[in-house]
RNA sequence: GGUGAGAUACUCAAGUGGCCAACGAGGGCAGACUGUAAAUCUGCUGAUUUUUAUCUUCGAAGGUUCGAAUCCUUCUCUCACCA
């Protein structure tokens, strides 16, 4: 029983940092019933989830259900300085009602994987705000500069002569210090996090809270280009809150390779499960495409519906693999007479009427399924299914 | 505080008076192909029904010039070295 519990939490991890403490945990819930907590930290500033948040998530799930109580953190406090991994950008202050509403736009995300039971949400601007100048003084005598230059992104940064602010320096200290706060026996948190998380052990040492929490890393979610991180910035991501249909084709568009890695980090299936699927495909009595096809109606069903995440299959395979219209699309009304390029862009499938002849040049522009080659075609009055590429579709209506 | 270097499109980056709407790479979009919105190959990638044209754009504002991303002045920001 707890060797299941310890395979199912190692699965998929990037590295644990003190599984001696991990395991006595486990063992105290099984022999004792005694519950933990394991805390994870989020932003405010971006409240659309999408998968490589859920991969934290994923994991949380397993830990409630061996035991974990969740201290679902949200840094409202922290955002107003940003967490200097990756790019740097100045972050801008969020009012009190913003973070409000960010927060809840969190929980709707959240619950539809973690049990509300056994999850609390939490503010650290409830105890950093308490901290004060003198409580962030002594803070700041835990650790030096040397230090904190050891840490990846700021070396680099440092080396490669871009502005670190001081400011950025407290961060990973705050974050800490949350733990120290909240008493953590465990945080969990993505590989790039991994000084973050150590501080939280260093603090809680420092300020003797008795414990130091086992960290457990999660390696970061690659995106649909399957090589840099899926990130809504560089818009390589699958948001939680996307429509079914385009959950499924956003899954349906990733490598093969990369699917191995979404059923690992993403999938509900057992370890064994997958290594069956594995060998399917290797030995040729699976299509990888079925398998594919499984992954995204899982994942699909998993934030909408099953009925829906069937229905987008469906939708998929008539309009890709057959090429038909979709059933729906949004319908727009005009007047007319109306040239073409401009339709186009009133129907939001353009830019601009430069991109909409551009298009047009190169034959992606289709009415009613048929290829477009003039230019300057006036639409009269009637009804058209305009197209551009294979999945920009509108349903035009022209008055005179 | 002093000295020097730099700021170019979504990103990186070339361009040092007219051949510049601006090389190249990445990204994005499209076409062909495919089990797929994958891979690969090809094209496009500031705007505008003047399309062998016009207008806007190279950190900001002025200036020199027939003509400025390019020269000058001031300002803003970044970095390095020195203090």
């Given at each position: 029983m707890i060797n299941e519990a310890l395979r199912e939490i190692r699965r998929g991890t990037a590295e644990i940092i003190d599984e001696a403490r991990l395991e006595t945990l486990l063992k105290n819930y099984f022999e004792k019933g005694e519950t933990y907590t394991v805390k994870a930290g989020f932003d405010p500033t971006a409240p659309d989830l999408h998968l490589g948040h859920t991969v934290l998530l994923q994991k949380l799930s397993v830990f409630q259900k061996y035991g974990g109580r969740i201290q679902f953190l949200i840094g409202d406090f922290t955002a107003q300085i940003g967490d200097p991994t990756g790019k740097s950008e100045t972050r801008k202050k969020l009012l009190p009602a913003q973070v409000q509403e960010n927060a809840q736009s969190y929980k709707d995300q959240v619950?539809?994987?973690l049990d509300p039971e056994k999850t609390t949400v939490v503010f650290n601007a409830d105890w950093l705000n308490a901290l004060g100048s003198a409580g962030i003084l002594e803070l700041t005598t835990t650790f030096n500069v040397a230090r904190m230059l050891e840490r990846d992104d700021f070396d680099k940064r440092h080396k490669a002569g871009i502005a670190i602010s001081i400011s950025e320096f407290l961060y990973p200290l705050l974050q800490g210090y949350d733990s120290v706060h909240l008493q953590s026996d465990i945080e969990i948190g993505g590989t790039d996090q991994k000084f973050n998380l150590l501080m939280g052990r260093h603090l809680q040492r420092v300020y003797e809270t008795g414990k130091e929490q086992a960290v457990l890393m999660m390696p970061i979610l690659e995106g649909l280009d399957g090589v840099q991180k899926m990130s809504k910035s560089l818009g390589n991501y699958i948001a939680v809150a996307d429509?079914?249909?385009?959950m499924?084709?956003?899954?349906?568009?990733?490598?093969?390779?990369?699917?191995?890695?979404?059923?690992?980090?993403?999938?509900?299936?057992?370890?064994?499960?997958?290594?069956?699927?594995?060998?399917?495909?290797?030995?040729?009595?699976?299509?990888?495409?079925?398998?594919?096809?499984?992954?995204?109606?899982?994942?699909?069903?998993?934030?909408?519906?099953?009925?829906s995440a069937e229905a987008a299959r469906e939708e998929f395979e008539r309009v890709h693999a057959q090429s038909e219209m979709p059933s729906e699309m949004d319908e727009f009304s005009l007047t007319g007479p109306i040239w073409v390029a401009k339709a186009l862009v009133d129907c939001g499938l353009s830019p601009s009427t430069s991109q909409s002849r551009r298009e047009i040049k190169q034959g992606s522009v289709k009415i009613d399924q048929n290829k477009l080659s003039d230019e300057q075609l006036q639409l009269e009055a009637g009804e058209y299914v305009l197209q551009v590429g294979k999945r920009k579709f509108a349903r035009l209506k022209v008055t005179q």
């Open positions: 619950f539809k994987i429509a079914p249909n385009d499924y084709g956003k899954i349906l568009s990733i490598s093969d390779a990369l699917m191995w890695r979404y059923y690992e980090l993403l999938s509900a299936k057992s370890l064994n499960e997958i290594d069956e699927l594995k060998t399917g495909v290797e030995n040729g009595s699976l299509h990888p495409k079925k398998v594919k096809e499984a992954l995204a109606v899982e994942i699909t069903a998993r934030f909408h519906s099953h009925e």
